[in-house]
Protein backbone atom coordinates (compact mmCIF):
# COMPACT_ATOMS: atom_id res chain seq x y z
CA UNK A 1 0.00 0.00 0.00
CA UNK A 2 2.59 2.41 0.75
CA UNK A 3 4.59 1.81 -2.85
CA UNK A 4 1.05 2.57 -4.60
CA UNK A 5 1.55 5.93 -2.81
CA UNK A 6 4.54 6.71 -3.30
CA UNK A 7 3.68 6.26 -6.59
CA UNK A 8 1.17 8.28 -6.98
CA UNK A 9 2.29 11.12 -5.56
CA UNK A 10 6.10 10.74 -7.51
CA UNK A 11 5.07 12.83 -10.28
CA UNK A 12 4.44 15.90 -7.55
CA UNK A 13 8.37 15.76 -6.87
CA UNK A 14 9.63 15.07 -10.03
CA UNK A 15 7.89 18.04 -12.34
CA UNK A 16 9.75 21.08 -12.14
CA UNK A 17 7.35 23.56 -9.99
CA UNK A 18 7.10 27.46 -11.58
CA UNK A 19 7.90 29.55 -9.05
CA UNK A 20 8.40 33.40 -9.74
CA UNK A 21 10.47 35.28 -6.80
CA UNK A 22 8.20 39.27 -8.23
CA UNK A 23 5.11 39.30 -7.06
CA UNK A 24 3.12 42.44 -7.14
CA UNK A 25 -0.25 41.67 -5.48
CA UNK A 26 -3.03 44.47 -6.08
CA UNK A 27 -1.13 45.53 -9.39
CA UNK A 28 -1.12 47.94 -11.26
CA UNK A 29 -2.09 50.52 -8.27
CA UNK A 30 -3.81 53.49 -10.01
CA UNK A 31 -1.91 56.76 -10.34
CA UNK A 32 -3.45 58.59 -7.39
CA UNK A 33 -2.26 55.71 -4.66
CA UNK A 34 1.35 55.97 -6.82
CA UNK A 35 1.71 59.11 -6.24
CA UNK A 36 1.03 59.23 -2.38
CA UNK A 37 3.03 55.92 -1.75
CA UNK A 38 6.38 57.28 -4.17
CA UNK A 39 9.04 59.22 -2.75
CA UNK A 40 9.66 60.48 -5.60
CA UNK A 41 8.26 60.82 -9.04
CA UNK A 42 9.90 62.56 -12.24
CA UNK A 43 10.42 61.61 -15.98
CA UNK A 44 13.87 61.39 -17.40
CA UNK A 45 16.09 60.04 -20.04
CA UNK A 46 18.12 57.03 -19.01
CA UNK A 47 22.08 58.63 -19.61
CA UNK A 48 23.65 55.23 -18.32
CA UNK A 49 22.85 51.80 -16.40
CA UNK A 50 26.00 50.09 -14.43
CA UNK A 51 26.04 46.86 -12.57
CA UNK A 52 26.53 47.70 -8.89
CA UNK A 53 30.11 45.90 -8.63
CA UNK A 54 29.96 47.26 -5.12
CA UNK A 55 27.71 45.41 -3.21
CA UNK A 56 28.93 44.66 0.50
CA UNK A 57 27.84 41.18 2.88
CA UNK A 58 24.47 42.38 3.74
CA UNK A 59 23.29 43.14 0.16
CA UNK A 60 24.57 40.50 -1.35
CA UNK A 61 21.02 38.66 -2.32
CA UNK A 62 20.16 41.93 -3.97
CA UNK A 63 22.00 42.09 -6.96
CA UNK A 64 21.09 45.84 -8.78
CA UNK A 65 22.14 48.31 -11.20
CA UNK A 66 21.99 51.63 -10.59
CA UNK A 67 20.66 54.15 -13.76
CA UNK A 68 21.45 57.41 -14.21
CA UNK A 69 18.84 59.79 -15.16
CA UNK A 70 18.57 63.34 -16.33
CA UNK A 71 15.78 64.85 -15.33
CA UNK A 72 13.13 65.95 -17.91
CA UNK A 73 10.36 66.87 -15.49
CA UNK A 74 9.59 66.44 -11.62
CA UNK A 75 6.14 65.82 -9.89
CA UNK A 76 7.48 65.09 -6.44
CA UNK A 77 10.76 65.31 -5.12
CA UNK A 78 14.16 66.36 -5.20
CA UNK A 79 14.51 69.27 -8.42
CA UNK A 80 17.85 67.88 -9.42
CA UNK A 81 19.33 67.96 -12.79
CA UNK A 82 20.51 64.38 -12.26
CA UNK A 83 19.36 61.04 -10.23
CA UNK A 84 20.42 57.64 -10.11
CA UNK A 85 17.96 55.15 -9.20
CA UNK A 86 18.67 51.37 -8.34
CA UNK A 87 16.85 48.32 -9.74
CA UNK A 88 17.25 44.91 -9.35
CA UNK A 89 18.85 42.96 -11.91
CA UNK A 90 16.12 41.33 -13.66
CA UNK A 91 12.42 40.83 -13.63
CA UNK A 92 12.98 37.72 -11.12
CA UNK A 93 14.11 40.16 -8.73
CA UNK A 94 11.32 43.04 -9.68
CA UNK A 95 13.83 44.51 -11.94
CA UNK A 96 13.40 46.86 -14.67
CA UNK A 97 15.18 46.33 -17.97
CA UNK A 98 16.13 50.25 -18.90
CA UNK A 99 17.87 51.26 -22.04
CA UNK A 100 19.48 53.66 -21.99
CA UNK A 101 18.67 56.92 -24.31
CA UNK A 102 14.88 56.28 -24.04
CA UNK A 103 12.36 58.34 -21.66
CA UNK A 104 10.58 57.37 -18.68
CA UNK A 105 8.57 58.26 -15.85
CA UNK A 106 9.73 57.08 -12.64
CA UNK A 107 8.06 56.11 -9.57
CA UNK A 108 10.88 55.70 -6.78
CA UNK A 109 10.77 54.93 -3.17
CA UNK A 110 13.51 55.71 -0.67
CA UNK A 111 15.51 52.52 -0.98
CA UNK A 112 16.76 49.80 2.10
CA UNK A 113 17.53 47.00 0.12
CA UNK A 114 20.10 48.31 -2.56
CA UNK A 115 22.23 50.47 -0.33
CA UNK A 116 21.37 53.44 -3.18
CA UNK A 117 19.95 56.69 -2.22
CA UNK A 118 16.46 55.74 -4.68
CA UNK A 119 15.01 52.65 -5.91
CA UNK A 120 12.42 51.89 -8.12
CA UNK A 121 11.01 48.42 -9.85
CA UNK A 122 7.97 46.51 -11.78
CA UNK A 123 5.63 46.83 -8.14
CA UNK A 124 5.73 50.42 -9.04
CA UNK A 125 4.01 52.44 -12.05
CA UNK A 126 7.59 52.90 -13.51
CA UNK A 127 7.46 52.72 -17.19
CA UNK A 128 8.64 54.31 -20.63
CA UNK A 129 7.33 57.86 -20.77
CA UNK A 130 5.56 56.84 -24.15
CA UNK A 131 2.97 54.48 -22.58
CA UNK A 132 2.19 57.10 -19.47
CA UNK A 133 -0.50 58.58 -20.69
CA UNK A 134 -2.97 57.95 -17.67
CA UNK A 135 -0.38 59.18 -15.14
CA UNK A 136 0.73 62.05 -17.08
CA UNK A 137 -2.71 63.45 -16.90
CA UNK A 138 -2.95 62.83 -13.46
CA UNK A 139 -0.14 64.88 -13.35
CA UNK A 140 -0.79 67.70 -15.28
CA UNK A 141 -4.78 68.00 -15.15
CA UNK A 142 -3.82 71.19 -17.08
CA UNK A 143 -1.70 70.59 -20.14
CA UNK A 144 -1.37 67.69 -22.36
CA UNK A 145 1.61 66.17 -23.08
CA UNK A 146 4.25 64.66 -25.20
CA UNK A 147 6.32 62.21 -24.45
CA UNK A 148 10.25 63.30 -24.22
CA UNK A 149 9.25 66.84 -23.74
CA UNK A 150 9.30 68.58 -20.51
CA UNK A 151 5.96 68.70 -19.14
CA UNK A 152 5.00 71.53 -16.63
CA UNK A 153 1.18 72.01 -14.68
CA UNK A 154 0.03 75.45 -14.93
CA UNK A 155 -2.02 75.26 -11.34
CA UNK A 156 -1.47 72.45 -8.81
CA UNK A 157 -4.16 70.23 -7.02
CA UNK A 158 -4.60 72.45 -4.20
CA UNK A 159 -4.94 75.64 -6.46
CA UNK A 160 -7.86 73.36 -8.67
CA UNK A 161 -9.67 72.39 -5.13
CA UNK A 162 -9.27 75.94 -3.90
CA UNK A 163 -10.91 77.62 -7.68
CA UNK A 164 -13.37 75.06 -7.35
CA UNK A 165 -14.80 75.60 -3.67
CA UNK A 166 -14.70 79.36 -4.56
CA UNK A 167 -16.66 79.06 -7.50
CA UNK A 168 -19.24 76.81 -5.61
CA UNK A 169 -19.54 78.84 -2.75
CA UNK A 170 -20.24 82.19 -5.34
CA UNK A 171 -23.01 80.32 -6.92
CA UNK A 172 -24.16 79.32 -3.40
CA UNK A 173 -24.25 82.69 -2.34
CA UNK A 174 -26.04 84.27 -5.60
CA UNK A 175 -29.11 81.82 -5.61
CA UNK A 176 -28.98 82.49 -1.80
CA UNK A 177 -29.11 86.08 -2.15
CA UNK A 178 -31.48 85.94 -4.87
CA UNK A 179 -33.67 84.02 -3.43
CA UNK A 180 -34.20 86.14 -0.61
CA UNK A 181 -34.35 89.17 -2.63
CA UNK A 182 -37.26 87.32 -4.25
CA UNK A 183 -39.21 86.51 -1.01
CA UNK A 184 -38.64 90.18 0.13
CA UNK A 185 -40.10 91.69 -3.08
CA UNK A 186 -43.25 88.97 -2.78
CA UNK A 187 -43.93 90.36 0.63
CA UNK A 188 -44.22 94.14 -0.38
Known amino acids: MLSIALLAGAPFFILPQSTFACS ?51 WKGGHKDTVTVATGINEDACGISFQEGENYIVYAYDD ?21 QDDLAFLNPQSSSVAGKKTTSTTSKVENYFNFTTITISILVVALVGTLLYFLRRKR
Request: aromatic content about 10%; glycine content about 6%; some cysteine.
Open 112 to 132: TQYGAELATGLCQRTKLLASA
Open 24 to 74: CPGMPYPPEQAFSTSEEIFSGKVISITKDENVNEAQSMFPHYKILFQILDS
